[in-house]
């Protein structure tokens, strides 16, 4: 279980750049959770998952995962259970390095000295093939010659290879071509269900996000300023949830990415 | 075998050791260490010290133990303190012409011709067997060999992935949940070791070592390790790393070369410069070249 409390995060205080990254957020992810987060640009989705990885360490309020605070534990020690997957396919990856290597860095099994073995290979044949992107016959290819698609699929594989407690995709579709992303989503879902995983996922596309997971939460300024799940939210349209944000968060619906989505 | 030739040899053998500690700083992690120089001579330094009092077995050691710690500090500058690299790697290398006076207890020069090097040891070991006089070649090559096959070894391991990993993806590391700064540590122990092993195996097989013995060997090494490159580009990491060794084998080649057509041997520092701005900045001058003409065309329609 994901809990944060009372989290806030403020950018250059004290400032005329002074930005509220996000202010007093009170979450909590339960496990096998799966959450889907919209919002306009700047509302601070991506602060949220930073501060939940480890990048950015909050001002104020706590994160605890599974009981433990995590506040102010470093990136490389939380990543061990949580998964990130980010929007640039680049990131997740080492591009100078084997898809097989990239796997055996995130697979961690067997200890520090060991190199990469037959049976290890084997493995890692049969977790690809369930990506359907042809990477199985690619085990020796440097990543850097993979294509978006195929790189976020390893990214995606290389975080769930060991089930980690918590995913956060950001916005991991957006920089690949409809059908790959499409691809990609259809992937993660799959991922996502058959492993239990909580998940959060950032999204620009309204019916994505109440079409995937069970629980959708809307950001704005900081703030949480929608949650619905369950009937009301399978009661709730593209529609419903474009006219929810104007009245909420009292502003018109200035983002183009939002509307073209519908 | 001509001495010329067998020099060229000795020397492009006994360089590769600190190309190879390129390779894993420069080439793997994608850090320029530039207390190379120094750590160098601190290993020459150590090697002679201790070759004096306890034989030269240990001497080896000894200077691999220095060379580690060496490493050890210009790491922990740089990822416990904030020091930028570039700069650290200077404030080591300044540090350490003091270091390695005080090693060499106060002179700038020891002489080691009549103390048992590995080298005058292996030499005694080989009278009368075919490869009597070839002592310096055996030793560095057998140390060559070693090195490389230590090296494809640790490379491939789980440790050795997360080094290379940490020089090519930063934040892929840090979400693989392998510390950075860590392997940023253990990489550069690991060149430090290996560049003052070859200043200890130059200093034993010349007889002496002065505090300049390792000035410009950054360079000389870089420039080994990017000839290395060219006529090796891609493939195994095994023949990535003879590519290296073969680099400095081609680069003292070279050298001889330039020196029989009468080129001063104080021009050693320029040439190795020069081979590698050339190597650096070509690729990108060919990037760069098309983009010229296009413009230079236009400029002369219009
Ligand atoms: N490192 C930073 N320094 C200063 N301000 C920042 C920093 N990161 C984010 N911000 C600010 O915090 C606010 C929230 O940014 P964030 O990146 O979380 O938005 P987002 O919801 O992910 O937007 P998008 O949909 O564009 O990805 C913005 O006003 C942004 O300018
Ligand atoms: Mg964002």
Redesign the interface.
Known sequence: MLELRHITKIFNPHTVNEKIGINDLSLTVNDGEFITIIGSNGSGKSTLFNLI?G?LISDSGDIFLDGNNITLQ???????SI??LFQDP????????TVA??L???A?S???????SRSDRQFFRQKLSQLEMGLEDCLDQPVGLLSGGQRQALSLM??TVNPPRVLLLDEHTAALDPSSGAKVLEITEKIVTSQHLSCLMVTHNMADALKMGGRTIMLDRGKIIMDISGKERAQASVSSLVERFRSTSGKMLDDDELMLNN | MSNLLSSVIELGLINALTVLALFVSYRVLDICDLSTDGCFTLGGAVGAVVAISFGPCLSLLAAVGAGMLCGLVTSLLQTKLGVNSLLAGIAVNTALYSVNIAVMKGSALINLNKVTTVFSLTRQALINTPLAGCQTIIVALITVILAVAFLNFFLRTRLGLALRATGDNHQMVENSSIDPHRMKIIGLIISGGLTALSGCLLAQSQKSVNIDIGSGILTVALASLLIGRIFFPRGKLIVQLVGSVAGSLLFRFIYALALKLNMPAYMLKLVSSSIVLLAISLPYLQTQYPLFIRRLRQNRRA
């Open positions: 990885g990048t470093k990136p490389c020690l939380r990543s061990r998964g990130r680049m990131a997740g990856t080492a591009p100078d390095m290597e990239n055996a860095l995130a961690k067997g200890g520090w000295l060991k190199t990469i290389m975080a």
